[in-house]
């Protein structure tokens, strides 16, 4: 078995070849054997970066920053931190990083261009002379009717924030209350603010379903399972699949494939779920982070009891 140092030298030569998913991936093993080394991290973090995947950059930049580097990885860390938040449009974080960059190395070329950049963004764009209302110049005492009304000030809005739609599926939301019990329902707030409490979409309890107790692992098994494909469609849709829930899902089919007498029709089950979630966006990095032991176990699983569907299983299953 190799050491975490001998896997991020593989990391860095499948790196240095463009390959950047399979380089994450050896990270990722490093990382379990060395879970506080930040330049474990800060590598995958370039992976990510290279794959556009923002979001776990900026996690892994951030993870990196938090456990302590010397100066040299700092710098990479928080250019790499930068890089990220630029791609998640988040403009003020991202001029923080490079601003960092350069405290700690004020000669950093790179992270000046990306200042530069970042200050000749305009947050809003100028209005269209089209969209602008002209009052004419005159000596007047009162402004005309159409346009004294654009003075008269606007009711304040019941509430400050605008809440996000929330997506329509009862019966996840039942399923849901019977694996983690019922959601807690939100304390009273006082009169001086009418903002309410978002609700907790479904996809929050999908990802965090392997915190469930071992005697509760069962259910939330065949609660994935037995998902049908439109909810699914409903929750990853328009974001993209998770590693957690895909490994989750996985551990779900091995558990079952030695359990068949208590799961019909498993087989198609599966099939069919990860022919659905082939099509999400973010399935490929996904499936690539998963667990590489309950993939194989799967798939020798498969050979042995379903070899006519093996082929079809490799198609999704990387």
């Known amino acids: 078995m190799l050491t975490a140092e001998e896997l991020k ?36 973090a370039q992976c990510f970066i290279n794959l556009q995947d923002y979001q776990r950059a900026y996690r892994d930049t951030t993870t990196g920053i938090n456990l302590g580097a010397p100066v040299p990885l ?23 990083s490079f601003e960092m960059v350069l405290k700690l190395e004020p000669t950093n070329s790179a992270a000046k261009l990306e200042l530069q950049k970042l200050d000749k963004v305009t947050p809003n764009p100028p209005q269209d002379e089209d969209s602008l209302i002209n009052i004419p110049i005159e000596d007047v005492k009162e402004l005309p009717q159409k346009f004294a009304k654009l003075l008269v000030p606007k009711p304040e809005p019941e509430e400050l924030i605008e809440q996000p739609k929330k997506i329509e599926t009862p019966n996840i939301d039942k399923d849901i209350d019977e694996l983690f019990g019922k959601k807690p329902k939100p ?23 392997k915190f469930l107790p071992e005697d509760q692992k069962a259910k939330g098994y065949k609660f994935v399972l037995g998902l049908d494909s439109d909810s699914y469609e409903n929750i990853f849709g328009s974001s993209g699949i998770e590693t957690e829930f895909l490994q989750f899902f996985l551990d779900a089919a091995v558990y079952f494939s030695t359990h068949e007498n208590e799961f019909p029709d ?14 999400f966006k973010k399935y490929d990095l996904a499936m690539l982070m998963c667990d590489d032991n309950t993939k194989t176990k799967l798939i020798e699983l498969i050979k042995h009891k379903h070899p006519n569907n093996l082929q079809e299983y490799l198609t999704y299953i990387k």
Request: net charge positive; charged share 25%.
């Open 9 to 44: 030298q593989e990391g860095n030569k499948a790196f240095a070849n463009k390959e950047y998913k399979k380089a994450a991936k050896i990270y990722r093993d490093a990382i379990q054997l060395d879970m506080y080394n930040p330049v474990l991290y800060s590598n995958r």
């Open 74 to 96: 700092l710098v990479k860390l928080y250019f790499r931190n930068g890089i990220a938040s630029k791609g998640l449009d988040r403009l003020q974080k991202a001029k923080e």
């Open 187 to 209: 304390k009273p707030r006082s009169k001086v603010t009418t903002v309410k409490p978002q609700e907790i979409s479904p996809m929050h309890y999908l990802t965090t379903l």
């Open 266 to 279: 498993l087989n198609s089950t599966v099939l069919q779920h990860l022919q659905r979630f082939a099509k």
